[in-house]
């Protein structure tokens, strides 16, 4: 018997080695949910991680560069949330007397202040602290802090993983340590709730889907300086849900000095030199001046819409006339160019030999002159200033003549032609060859930059590319009151949407020139725009495609509008949580397009048929910037034109009314109110026309504020779904917002930034008036 079992013992102490062997060899990763002395040492070499008992974190070694850290083991890209830098083929050690101990690069054990006990052992919480006794890896955040983890409230508190950019006091985004270039106005961040709910000391605000405990959330200071609140996806990836700065290009050191930094197609930033610099591999200096100038011999290359840092060294002059701004540069051999806003403001800045941190943006309404040899031949590229903006300084700005198609064509042509006889004379080519030639010439043309365009701009095409890619305007996917739009696929496979734009009387040049800054407007929630078209009379404007289609199809679906030509699926029915997280996206995108872009655009055509919604059913909002496309006399008629009344402010049929952001603010209430109640306001217009109740927003306002029956404005088809604990909350805040919204007088209305926050829940919402229509004096 004895004999027996030994063999047994003998025999599965074989078949164990012969496991682990096995196990070596196919180098399967251990997984251990806790790290004692009787693992000890853990070798860097080891294929072991330490991982939480839900397998969501993982920490562990990780090589180039060399450290220990904690990962997101359920991402796909096995996301570092924490780390410290060891020297290599480090490992970490637990003593039998319960002293820890793991050396960063320089030399210091990190678990130096740990206390000890006969039961150390380092483990992974489902939170994703590493723990080892009273030590935990949250007080040390890196670049990242997860949902519950404290922010340090002083000096450095996050840092990128490059190096370039920190997080102090939990309040200011800097670059090296000194340069700030974005704040958090309500004072310091504390932490994150799983909900996506953020807390700081001014107040707090819902960053991400409400409800949702489930997704796994991240709030990093990435490397390109931007701080960026991410949710985990089922598939694996990130999905960036809030970010603190919108336009990237106000990030400061993204490029060296004298450079621009400009936004080019998703906000990705590049830098360029100004007309007049060349570029240098100076380490830190971006630019330099091709030709130097002293004193009288100069002149000035003006750039629109850009601006640099007001740095120690600038000279602040502001107010003074442009005139004056202009010679006072001129007087001082050290000026090295200078900026003025066109507003009134009589804003004057003089930048001295260095020119720091410049970005293009329209938001800054800037304009730098830049000081260049006279005999610099140099033309700037950064135009696009089309009006004058009330400025009380007797100053024209207008845009460059748009370049005549004749004389592109003349010259393309003379190009051609020239580089063509020199092709002749090596060889006797075939007219398809010849073909082929002439059209990759006039992409060459393009490619040098014979072709007026303004400075990374959108892609340009032909009609003829979006002729094919539409399939001849066969694939019609909507029709909006700027125009038509189509269903396409790009050569590259892109799916895209084409809209072809009617009544767009803009010349060719401006037109190119408002393309390129709407193209630039960034957010989470706007779509992006790739491309346009402008050949004689079409004017186009090309999408990213939004797969799920626009809110209306979601919201109104039962009463399926018969005019609507596009046979609608069976969608799903937006819940309570989705459709408040579609309408504080929707406000953030309006609040970014009024209030970062300094009202530059309105939006004039906020509508559920302009909200397009994502696989996820995140919004984004459509049609923006199309109103400055119009013909400015034209957007009264436009707005009756279009047939949707439902939606405009009352100004807008008022006589001698100034059109301000408020109509948009009063266009988004009415979304507002239709999200909540599922029910069109005109369609609500026409069944009750007999009645008193006729006007939508006054008859919720009664329903809730008079006979305090919320429900009965709740959309019927999810009124079941609709729990008073969990959804009275946010409900109440989207109704009591529509209410201040739908404010008929503009002034009572409240920002689109102040929508946003009311939404969100930042800030409290007081108890609102009832809304009249056309300042009747309807008082209750
Ligand atoms: C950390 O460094 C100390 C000396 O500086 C050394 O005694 C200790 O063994 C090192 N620990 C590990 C785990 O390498
Ligand atoms: C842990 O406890 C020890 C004493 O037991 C103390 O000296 C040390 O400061 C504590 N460390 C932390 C991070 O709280
Ligand atoms: C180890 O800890 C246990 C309780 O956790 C205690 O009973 C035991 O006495 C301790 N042993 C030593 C040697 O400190
Ligand atoms: C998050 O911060 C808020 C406000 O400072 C605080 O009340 C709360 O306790 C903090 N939560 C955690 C998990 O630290
Ligand atoms: C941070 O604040 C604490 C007290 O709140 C103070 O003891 C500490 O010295 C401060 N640290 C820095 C870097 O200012
Ligand atoms: C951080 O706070 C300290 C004092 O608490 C202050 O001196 C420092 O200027 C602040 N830094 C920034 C970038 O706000
Ligand atoms: C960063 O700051 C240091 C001094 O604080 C300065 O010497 C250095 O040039 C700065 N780097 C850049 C890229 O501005
Ligand atoms: C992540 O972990 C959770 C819980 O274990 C699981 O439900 C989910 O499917 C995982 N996701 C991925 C991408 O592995
Ligand atoms: C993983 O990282 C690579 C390179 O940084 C990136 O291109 C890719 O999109 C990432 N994948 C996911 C799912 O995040
Ligand atoms: C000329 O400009 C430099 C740097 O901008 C400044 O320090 C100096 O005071 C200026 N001189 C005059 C006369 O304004
Ligand atoms: C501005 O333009 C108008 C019309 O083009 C012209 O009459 C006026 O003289 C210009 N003013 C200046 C200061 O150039
Ligand atoms: C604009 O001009 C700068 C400098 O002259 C050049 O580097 C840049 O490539 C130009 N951009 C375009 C789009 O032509």
């Given amino acids: 018997m004895a004999h027996l079992s030994s063999l047994t013992a003998a025999f599965f102490s074989m078949l164990l080695l012969l496991l682990t062997i096995q196990s070596k060899t196919s180098s399967a990763i251990q997984l251990l949910t806790s790290i004692s002395a009787t693992n000890s040492p853990w070798r860097s070499s080891d294929d072991l991680i330490l991982v939480s008992t839900d397998h969501v974190f993982a920490a562990g070694f990780r090589s180039s560069p060399s450290l220990f850290a904690v990962w997101v083991y359920n991402s796909t890209n096995q996301t570092i949330v924490w780390s410290v830098g060891i020297p290599l083929s480090s490992s970490l050690a637990i003593s039998s007397s319960g002293e820890a101990s793991l050396n960063d690069t ?70 090296n340590n000194s340069a700030s270039y974005w704040g958090n106005g309500n004072g310091a961040i504390r932490n994150f709730s799983s909900d996506g709910k953020m807390f700081s000391d001014g107040g707090n605000w819902i960053a991400s889907n409400f409800g949702s405990k489930r997704a796994l959330r991240r709030l990093t ?7 960026r609140l991410y949710s985990l996806r089922r598939s694996g990836g990130w999905r960036i849900v809030w970010a603190a700065v919108q336009e990237i290009c106000t990030v400061k050191g993204t490029c060296g000095a004298n450079a621009i930094c400009v936004p080019e197609n998703y906000n990705e930033p590049s830098c360029v030199c100004p007309p007049g610099y060349r570029w240098t591999n100076v380490e830190h200096v971006g630019c330099v001046l091709k030709t130097g100038f002293s004193g009288g011999n100069s002149k000035f290359l003006r750039l629109d819409f850009v601006t640099f840092d007001k740095g120690p060294d600038t000279i602040d002059r502001t107010p003074i006339a442009f005139a004056d701004c202009q010679s006072m540069c001129l007087a001082n051999s050290s000026c090295a160019g200078f900026s003025y806003k066109y507003n009134g403001e009589r804003y004057c800045v003089q930048y001295s030999e ?21 005999s610099e031949k140099d033309v700037s590229n950064f135009t696009g200033m089309t009006s004058l903006v009330d400025t009380v300084c007797p100053v024209n700005i207008s845009l460059p003549e748009p370049p005549k198609d004749s004389k592109t064509t003349v010259r393309n042509l003379a190009i051609i032609i020239t580089l063509f006889a020199i092709e002749l004379l090596v060889a006797v080519m075939s007219f398809w060859a010849f073909l082929r030639k002439y059209s990759k010439y006039q992409d060459m043309a393009r490619a040098l930059g014979l072709e007026f365009l303004p400075a ?29 739009v189509y269903k396409g696929e790009l050569p590259d496979h892109r799916v895209v949407a084409v809209k072809r734009l009617k009544r767009v009387d803009t010349g060719e040049a401006e037109f190119w020139a408002e393309v390129t800054i709407i193209a630039r407007m960034h957010h989470l929630n706007l779509v992006r725009m790739w491309g346009f078209c402008a050949e004689k009379h079409q004017r186009m404007l090309v999408y990213e495609y939004i797969p799920n289609g626009s809110l209306d199809k979601h919201l109104f679906q039962q009463r399926g509008t018969k005019e609507d030509a596009i046979a609608s699926p069976e969608r799903p029915l937006l819940d309570w949580n989705i459709r408040y997280r579609i309408a504080v996206g929707v406000a953030r995108a309006i609040a970014y397009l009024h209030e970062e872009c300094l009202e530059w655009v309105l939006h004039c055509d906020i509508k559920p048929e302009n909200i397009l919604l994502e696989d996820d059913f995140c919004p984004k909002v459509s049609d923006f910037g199309l109103s400055k496309l119009a013909n400015k006399e034209n957007m009264m008629t436009m707005s009756h034109l279009r047939g949707t009344p439902g939606y405009i402010a009352p100004e807008w049929v008022m ?23 599922g029910v069109r306001n005109n369609e609500f217009r026409q069944s009750t026309l007999m009645s008193e109740d006729w006007y939508h927003p006054k008859w919720a306002f009664e329903k ?26 946010l409900v109440e805040r989207m109704v009591k917002t529509a209410m201040w919204c739908l404010q008929s007088r503009p002034e009572m209305r409240p920002s689109m930034g102040k929508v946003a926050k009311m939404l969100d829940g930042s800030v409290e919402i007081m108890e609102p008036e009832k809304p009249t229509i056309f300042y009747s004096n309807d008082s209750h």
């Fill in 221 to 227: 200071l990435d490397t390109d300086g931007n701080l």
């Fill in 655 to 677: 006589p001698n009314q100034p059109i301000t952001a408020k109509a948009d603010v009063y266009s988004f209430g009415m979304v507002l109110l239709e999200i909540v109640s």
């Fill in 456 to 484: 990374g701009g959108p892609k340009r095409f032909s009609y003829a590319e979006l002729k094919a890619a539409t399939n001849d305007f066969s694939n019609l996917i909507g029709r909006g009151a700027f125009g038509d």
């Fill in 106 to 175: 320089s030399g210091h054990n990190i678990f130096a202040d740990a206390a000890k006990s006969n039961d150390t052992k380092l483990i992974l919480n489902k939170d994703g602290s590493l723990v080892l006794n009273n030590w935990t890896s949250f007080d040390t955040p890196t670049d990242t802090i997860l949902a519950n983890q404290p922010l340090p409230s002083n000096g450095t508190t996050l840092a990128s993983s490059n190096g370039k950019y920190q997080l102090v006091n939990a309040t200011n985004l800097v670059f």
């Fill in 704 to 729: 809730v504020y008079v006979e305090n029956r919320l429900e009965d404005i709740l959309d019927k088809s999810i009124l079941d779904k609709y729990d008073d604990r969990e959804h009275f909350a």
């Fill in 354 to 374: 260095q020119l720091a941190y410049g970005y293009w943006s329209p938001a800054t309404k800037v304009v730098t002159y830049v000081r260049v040899a006279s």
